[in-house]
């Protein structure tokens, strides 16, 4: 189907007028680097994307008609654009779940606050700053450099504090992670990584991620069991009881009253996999190749916003749901022999057995994190997420 947009562009406090629609190569709505390009070339000055308007057509997250609200950094030629009328009111109006790197001040402020960190760290900004994703869950730019470029991520508050986790895998396998050249509040600054993502990774990349993010979470299991500070519970009796909760919850209005009872009964699932022996320690939480990166060498991983502290099986798991079935069971392999070798006598075929279905549950806890903590519009990338989980949970069980 593929994406078309178009564009609502502000300079500060006045409405300049509209731009399109006009197609992108591109169908995902978050990734903002060809719309800015192309408004660029339009308009012949720098933009930003600040947000999702509204979305006609297209569904998990990508195609259809989008409208964002752009910001012009400096003012157009007259005539470039279109005098669509609008509630401008409407269109700033403040609204409290908005993302900081939505907002023009929030943006400013944080791109501010990245030029000043790497001129700190004797990396000044070079040349523009290159916008590439902006959504609910993280923007993404790329500075340049003369020692080459650095990435920006901002992310929300309902997502982990990455430098801290990145530091402490750092401190068993520092090539396990990318290098943190700077970090703030909700947002971190890191070195470029060459290669490229590992989505179509060979046996022998999946195999050293896998295995090294296994040891690395082995060594950093702490003997109290306990939570490092400000990182998620989502430790076993915890994280059922947010099953639970989400279950009495608005997403009951979704789901038949025979699927309600069987994810109901799928919670107490959750002591079985406790039986297992694997410790608690830092999952990553989204630990798929498309978040490793390669040149050809030991892969490294990256975007850990989802991490939280529990039961590693969820990585497990999560690496064989993405990859093509003819590798699942050598990455399955790789990880049930890893955890054998650090914690020996602990389970992990088991582990993986019985958490089919309960790692699609956590994730319906997940997805509706992002739904409470989002402003309205944005929430059509997440719409009935919580509830599609909940039934593959069912379907997993089932199978």
């Known amino acids: 189907m593929g994406r078309t947009v178009s564009a609502l562009v502000t300079l500060g406090h006045d409405y300049l007028g ?77 609204e409290a779940l908005r993302s900081p790197w939505a907002r ?22 070079t040349g523009p700053v290159e916008q590439r994703r902006t959504w609910n869950l993280s923007g993404l730019f790329r500075l340049p450099t003369g020692q080459g470029p650095v990435w920006l991520k901002t992310t929300p508050h309902f997502a982990a504090d990455e430098a801290t986790i990145i530091a402490a895998f750092a401190q068993r396998d520092p090539g396990l992670v990318p290098t943190v050249i700077g970090a703030g509040e909700r947002r971190v600054l890191l070195e470029h990584l060459p290669g490229e993502d590992c989505w179509d990774a060979p046996a022998e990349i999946i195999a050293s991620a896998v295995s090294r993010l296994v040891a690395a979470q082995a060594a950093v299991t702490n003997l109290e069991n306990r939570p490092p500070p400000g990182l998620r519970d989502r430790r076993i009796p915890i994280i059922a009881e947010q099953v639970r909760e989400l279950l009495d919850g608005e997403v009951a209005g979704e789901l038949t009253g ?131 989980v909940i039934r593959a949970a069912l379907r997993c069980a089932r199978t």
Not at 259 to 275: I, K, N, Q, S
Not at 351 to 372: C, K, M, N, S, W
């Open 258 to 388: 025979d699927e309600l009872v069987a994810a109901r009964g799928l919670v107490g699932r959750w002591p079985m996999l406790d039986d297992c022996g694997l410790p608690d320690t830092i999952v990553h939480g989204d630990f798929h190749p498309g978040n490793w990166r390669s040149d050809g060498g030991p892969p490294v991983v990256v975007d850990f916003a989802d991490a939280h502290f529990g039961n590693p099986v969820l990585d497990g798991l999560r690496v064989c749901d993405f990859l093509p079935k003819a590798k699942r069971a050598a990455a399955a392999r790789a990880w049930t022999e890893a955890w054998r070798s650090h914690v020996p006598g602990c389970e992990p075929v088991r582990a993986l057995t019985i958490a089919g279905p309960l790692a699609h549950l956590a994730y319906a806890v997940r997805y509706q994190e992002f739904l409470d903590g989002i402003e309205p519009a944005e929430r059509v990338y997440h719409l009935g997420d919580p509830a599609g």
């Open 18 to 94: 509209a731009l399109g629609p006009f197609p992108v190569g591109v169908a995902w709505w978050s990734e903002v680097e060809p719309v800015v390009a192309h408004l660029h070339q339009v308009l012949g000055v720098p933009v930003l994307v600040l947000r999702l308007l509204h979305v006609d057509g297209g569904e998990g997250g990508r195609d259809g008609h989008v409208t964002y609200h752009v910001e012009a950094l400096q003012r157009p030629a007259p005539g470039l654009l279109t005098e669509r009328p609008i509630d401008h009111a409407a269109l700033t109006r403040p």
């Open 104 to 125: 023009v001040e929030g943006l400013r402020e944080v791109l501010s606050w990245a030029s000043d960190a790497l001129d700190a760290a004797g990396r000044p900004v």
